[in-house]
């Protein structure tokens, strides 16, 4: 396919998502099976101009002064993919595949100026968020939100257990892999521009042997200041598909306890597998039965909050989530987070920790909700986290990170990585 065909088929897929409403990965998968003839190169080239059009949509459409599939695959095709119009529309004259030719209109919309649009739409983000993202960043909330419209990298963690980041670098030289800049085993793939296409390194030896993850540095790097050591005995409540629950057990060289809790069966099935890939020898499952931690009470150096949320932090991987987020679906997560965060501070023995973690950017899931809880906990306070940054991480920590509460915000902005909020609580001894 050329580009005029893959814009139509972008604009096709646009399309579904808005009038099935369905998740933009399942509307792409599913134009992939009823075209058959499109290759991999095709595949990723539409993939990135629908995921291009979401991460920019607010912005887009008021260059346009339109949000249709449309409008917004043209704004990628000239303003994030630097064709001009002249260009497409002689592309289009000769192609039977491709949208109409772009009118005189539209070529006059495409000269708007963006920097004459509110600051929410500059900065990709909805409007009711603004006092959250104002709270959160200050007067750098647009740039934040900018950053969060661009594309991610590919990070991957080295596993330590059985590999070395070294020997991982040279596996992946093909791949323009390089050493992140703060996690001391992350190996990270820039992300490319335009049609380029996101390596699968999960067919890559070194992955099926076992010798690294795919996991986003901000996530390793959450998971390093958690501070696991050989020996600890380890609670991972929110342990889903195990991501940090592999990093601990790497931490931890596979020595003392990790015990692996969802409350999701679905979620924690893939686990098995990844453990065993892994040789993460030190950590015990715990399905989510009635009584299933009981024996842990009062008895944990570490409790681990991986706490489900907005995941606002991921809007550059998902941003479709970003326009369908509601004050609604916040208000539950807070409500689900309070709960956790107190029934976890039961397995928390005097002198340990609780870590909370979101892959979330909003004040209201993250310092606020650690305020309360040491409002409701007052046997726990706030740790410094700057010496566990120092001992954990192979850059120093930007004073950016520190929030009012006493956590750190990572953002695409800050650290190039996924957001992710983390706070680390003492229990009194
Ligand atoms: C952010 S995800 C965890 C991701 C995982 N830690 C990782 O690194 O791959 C949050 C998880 O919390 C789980 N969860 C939600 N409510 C819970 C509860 N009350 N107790 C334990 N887990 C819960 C969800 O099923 C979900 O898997």
């Known amino acids: 396919m050329r580009l005029p065909g893959r814009l139509s088929a972008a604009i096709e897929v646009l399309n579904d998502v808005e009038a099935r409403k369905r998740p933009v990965s399942e509307a792409l998968k599913a134009w992939g099976l009823g075209n058959r003839f499109a290759g991999a190169g095709d595949r990723a080239a539409i993939g990135n101009l629908v995921y291009?059009?979401?991460?920019?949509?607010?912005?887009?459409?008021?260059?346009?002064?339109?949000?249709?599939?449309?409008?917004?695959?043209?704004?990628?095709?000239?303003?994030?993919?630097?064709?001009?119009?002249?260009?497409?529309?002689?592309?289009?004259?000769?192609?039977?595949?491709?949208?109409?030719?772009?009118?005189?209109?539209?070529?006059?919309?495409?000269?708007?100026?963006?920097?004459?649009?509110?600051?929410?739409?500059?900065?990709?983000?909805?409007?009711?968020?603004?006092?959250?993202?104002?709270?959160?960043?200050?007067?750098n909330w647009v740039a934040e939100g900018q950053a969060m419209a661009g594309r991610p990298s590919l990070d991957m963690r080295v596993n330590a257990l059985k590999s070395n980041r070294d020997r991982v670098l040279k596996n992946l030289k093909r791949f323009d892999a390089v050493q992140t800049q703060f996690s001391p085993n992350g190996v990270t793939i820039p992300p490319g521009e335009r049609d380029s296409r996101t390596p699968n390194v999960t067919t890559d030896e070194g992955?099926?042997?076992?010798?690294?993850?795919?996991?986003?540095?901000?996530?390793?790097?959450?998971?390093?200041?958690?501070?696991?050591?050989?020996?600890?005995?380890?609670?991972?409540?929110?342990?889903?598909?195990?991501?940090?629950?592999?990093?601990?057990?790497?931490?931890?060289?596979?020595?003392?306890?990790?015990?692996?809790?969802?409350?999701?069966?679905?979620?924690?099935?893939?686990?098995?597998?990844?453990?065993?890939?892994?040789?993460?020898?030190?950590?015990?499952?715990?399905?989510?039965?009635?009584?299933?931690?009981?024996?842990?009470?009062?008895?944990?150096?570490?409790?681990?909050?991986?706490?489900?949320?907005?995941?606002?932090?991921?809007?550059?991987?998902?941003?479709?989530?970003?326009?369908?987020?509601?004050?609604?679906?916040?208000?539950?997560?807070?409500?689900?987070?309070?709960?956790?965060?107190?029934?976890?501070?039961?397995?928390?023995?005097?002198?340990?920790?609780?870590?909370?973690?979101?892959?979330?950017?909003?004040?209201?899931?993250?310092?606020?909700?650690?305020?309360?809880f040491l409002a409701r906990q007052p046997q726990f306070v706030v740790a410094d986290i700057a010496p566990l940054w120092q001992s954990s991480l192979a850059a120093p920590m930007s004073p950016e990170l520190p929030s009012v509460a006493g956590g750190i915000i990572l953002t695409p902005r800050r650290t190039a990585t996924d957001g992710f909020y983390f706070a680390a609580l003492t229990r009194a001894e």
């Open 207 to 372: 992955y099926l042997k076992g010798w690294f993850e795919v996991q986003d540095q901000g996530s390793q790097i959450v998971a390093a200041l958690a501070g696991a050591r050989p020996g600890n005995q380890v609670l991972d409540l929110c342990a889903g598909a195990g991501g940090k629950t592999l990093a601990l057990a790497a931490d931890m060289t596979n020595k003392g306890q990790i015990f692996a809790y969802d409350s999701d069966r679905n979620r924690l099935a893939p686990i098995y597998d990844r453990l065993k890939r892994n040789g993460a020898r030190n950590v015990q499952v715990r399905a989510p039965l009635d009584g299933a931690l009981d024996d842990l009470v009062g008895k944990m150096d570490r409790v681990v909050v991986d706490a489900p949320c907005t995941g606002t932090g991921t809007w550059r991987r998902r941003p479709d989530t970003k326009w369908k987020l509601t004050p609604e679906l916040l208000a539950t997560r807070q409500a689900e987070q309070s709960a956790i965060l107190d029934d976890a501070a039961r397995f928390v023995k005097p002198g340990g920790t609780l870590i909370y973690i979101t892959c979330s950017i909003l004040p209201e899931e993250n310092d606020d909700q650690t305020t309360a």
């Open 52 to 139: 291009d059009a979401l991460r920019r949509r607010a912005s887009h459409a008021f260059i346009m002064g339109d949000d249709s599939a449309r409008a917004l695959v043209l704004a990628v095709a000239v303003l994030d993919w630097h064709n001009t119009p002249e260009t497409l529309n002689a592309a289009f004259a000769d192609d039977a595949h491709a949208p109409a030719q772009l009118s005189d209109a539209e070529i006059a919309r495409l000269q708007t100026d963006p920097t004459t649009a509110p600051d929410h739409i500059r900065a990709d983000m909805p409007e009711w968020l603004v006092p959250s993202l104002q709270r959160a960043f200050g007067p």
